[in-house]
């Protein structure tokens, strides 16, 4: 399987600022997506992220909040938007297709 | 929308004994089934994926699929301390619909 990183693993962070996380892969892949888990919760998914084209979205999800770039095969970013303390999450990348394989994550505190 | 269900636990097994886990969905146009492991402040990682009916094997880990009742199960024989962990369940389509539907996950706990 590939091996995935993600920049940063932690961040405290202000109300009304954003954070950008990146998720670095090793070998090309055909899908990335972005998911988040809140405390004590399961996995939801954020976005598939698009090579060269814009990310699709899940319901409740919007570009504004949590705008996604994926340049090349191997890399993608999150930017989580104007924070408030509901963003409070850990943040996880994961590629695929098919059988999917997720990064180490991006614990995030908003205070 | 579509579910999947697991029971949150926690299930409590002894040393040795077999874990079994279960999961039902309720979209029945999924095609693959993945079980991943995630231990406290961990990232989930894959234990095995199904997508045919009937039980797949690996190692100590054995996946079953019943397409018709909708219900995925996950068998741990010989359970150890360190299968202690939350199990999630996922159900998905392929290729450029792979994306994954999440259970809540069932808490495994395996005691000495």
């Known amino acids: 399987s590939a091996v995935i990183s993600q920049k940063p693993s932690r961040d405290i962070c202000q109300r009304g600022t954003s954070l950008t996380i990146q998720c670095q892969v090793d070998?090309?892949?055909?899908?990335m997506f972005w998911y988040r888990q809140q405390p004590g919760q399961s996995l939801t998914l954020i976005a598939t992220?698009?090579?060269?084209?814009?990310?699709?979205?899940e319901s409740g999800f919007v570009i504004d909040k949590f705008p996604i770039s994926r340049p090349n095969l191997t890399f993608s970013t999150l930017t989580v938007s104007n924070m408030s303390p509901e963003d409070s999450s850990i943040y996880l990348c994961?590629?695929?297709?098919?059988?999917?394989?997720f990064g180490p994550g991006t614990r995030l505190t908003v205070l | 929308q579509k579910e999947v269900e697991q029971n949150s636990g926690p299930l409590s097994v002894p040393e040795g004994a077999i874990a079994s886990l279960n999961c039902t969905y309720s979209?029945?146009?999924?095609?693959?089934f993945f079980w991943y492991r995630q231990y406290s402040g961990k990232s989930p990682e894959l234990i095995m994926f199904?997508?045919?009916?009937g039980d797949k094997e690996d190692g100590r880990f054995t996946a079953q699929l019943n397409k018709a009742s909708q219900y995925v199960s996950l068998l741990i024989r010989d359970s150890q301390p360190s299968d202690s962990a939350t199990y999630l369940c996922?159900?998905?389509?392929?290729?450029?619909?792979?994306?994954?539907?999440f259970g809540t996950g069932t808490r495994l706990q395996v005691t000495l």
């Open positions: 992220a698009n090579q060269g084209s814009e990310a699709t979205y």
């Open positions: 979209d029945r146009g999924s095609q693959s």
């Open positions: 996922a159900s998905g389509g392929t290729g450029t619909a792979s994306k994954l539907t």
């Open positions: 994961s590629v695929g297709p098919d059988t999917q394989y």
């Open positions: 070998s090309q892949v055909t899908m």
């Open positions: 199904i997508y045919s009916n």
